[in-house]
Nanobody, 114 residues
Framework: QVQLVESGGGLVQPGGSLRLSCAAS????????MGWYRQAPGKQRELVAQ???????NYADSVKGRFTISRDNAKNTLSLQMNSLKSEDTAVYYC????????WGQGTQVTVSS
């Protein structure tokens, strides 16, 4: 049974940074394309960063240049380094495949506010 557990969220001021982690069990991350999603209040969940099995990355225009997705194969974890955070980055962040294949985790709340 696959389980995805996100962590690392919190309250940060505009311009600050956070690093999110996604721990996977029951599956091997490096054998899957993976992505980070976010869902803001009243909005649909959106894919903001993704990584192919080969390590190529792609980002939504709204986070390009500020967010970096990475993977630790030894720890079987996926990370999202978020810099220069803006209020519009406030959302619950999740990890999953680009096809949303696995059950969703509980997500981790990111709040950007002064």
């Amino acid at each position: 049974q696959v389980q995805l557990v996100e962590s690392g969220g919190g309250l940060v001021q505009p311009g600050g940074s956070l690093r999110l982690s996604c721990a996977a069990s029951g599956m091997v991350l490096r054998l899957n394309a993976m992505g980070w999603y976010r869902q803001a209040p009243g909005k649909q969940r959106e894919l903001v960063a993704q990584m192919t099995r080969g390590g190529s990355t792609n980002y939504a225009d709204s986070v390009k240049g500020r967010f970096t997705i990475s993977r630790d194969n030894a720890k079987n974890t996926l990370s999202l380094q978020m810099n220069s955070l803006k209020s519009e980055d406030t959302a619950v962040y999740y990890c999953n495949t680009p096809g949303q294949y696995y059950p969703w985790g509980q997500g981790t709340q990111v709040t950007v506010s002064s």
